[in-house]
């Protein structure tokens, strides 16, 4: 797709504008690219984890008729470290391939305009990651620690309806060193969720998840054990040193007569 040459000039003056100005927030981000003619008084905006077989994926849902234009972040967890963040969408939204692919940062650092809106969307090293030297005290550490901000904009033709980003969607997933919760919300200071039109008011509504092999929940009724557990096999030991001998039910659900056991305890594997 090739924008309108008057989009493409407000597109990649408000890139490097940013570039600039990096303290300033997602909402100046794209302050100065095309926008929908649709327009309400106020929109919700859904940000929230799922966990896929212990895969945490960032994803986002909203209502009442409004587009987000750019999406900043902060993603953090409880253990461990985030030390991946792949899955992500790169490069302006068409008809044909829709998303959330414009990253300010990385784009100044990293990608090269070669005319019009041509770009080099795939260059090594491009990434919804924000640079914590850009506002130090705005930024979460990055891989390798317990948090990372995130930076996700679109740019589409606003001649082109289907090239809107959709209502809802994937925005990345990351990588874990090891099970934990992870947290997702708006980074203020980088200007949080940014509609199009930018001055309609929105209400945001983060949700985090647990994510990985783990036991949710344990009851015991009438002599009756009930494990709810995720994200692999759950094993069995008389003894919390073992041995552990596996169920094969990776289903989610167990449950079993406590019988005359005087003990027993349950793990999460995931071979």
């Not at 600039?20 to 929230?48: D, K, Q």
């Not at 993603?75 to 899955?87: A, F, L, M, T």
């Not at 449950?255 to 999460?268: I, N, Q, W």
């Amino acid at each position: 797709m090739k924008c309108p040459p008057e989009a493409e000039k407000l597109s990649l003056r408000s890139l490097l504008w940013r570039s600039h100005h990096p303290a300033r927030s997602a909402a100046f981000l794209l302050a100065g690219a095309i926008s929908l003619s649709a327009w309400s008084a106020r929109a919700v905006v859904h940000v929230f984890v799922t966990d896929s077989h212990g895969v945490p994926w960032i994803q986002y849902r909203f209502d009442g008729g409004e587009t987000v234009r750019a999406f900043a972040l902060d993603v953090s967890v409880d253990y461990g470290q985030i030390i991946g963040v792949s899955n992500y969408f790169t490069g302006l939204s068409t008809a044909t391939a829709r998303g959330y692919g414009v990253f300010p940062a990385s784009f100044r650092d990293n990608v090269t305009v070669s005319s019009g809106s041509n770009a080099t969307w795939n260059a090594v090293g491009y990434s919804p990651l924000a640079v914590p030297a850009d506002a130090p005290g705005g930024t979460l550490p990055g891989l390798g620690s317990s948090g990372v901000t995130l930076e996700f904009g679109a740019l589409w033709d606003p001649t082109v309806a289907a090239a809107m980003p959709p209502a809802s969607g994937t925005l990345c997933s990351l990588q874990l060193s090891r099970p934990a919760t992870v947290s997702v919300t708006a980074n203020s200071i980088r200007g949080g969720i940014v509609l199009s039109p930018p001055d309609v008011a929105v209400t945001s509504a983060f949700a985090g998840a647990l994510v990985g092999p783990a036991i949710n929940d344990i009851s015991c009724t009438n002599g009756t054990v009930t494990v709810l557990f995720q994200d692999g096999e759950l094993e069995t030991a008389a003894s919390l040193n073992g041995p552990w001998t596996g169920t094969g039910n990776r289903a989610g659900t167990l449950v079993e007569s406590l019988g005359t056991s005087t003990a027993k305890f349950y793990r999460v594997h995931n071979h």
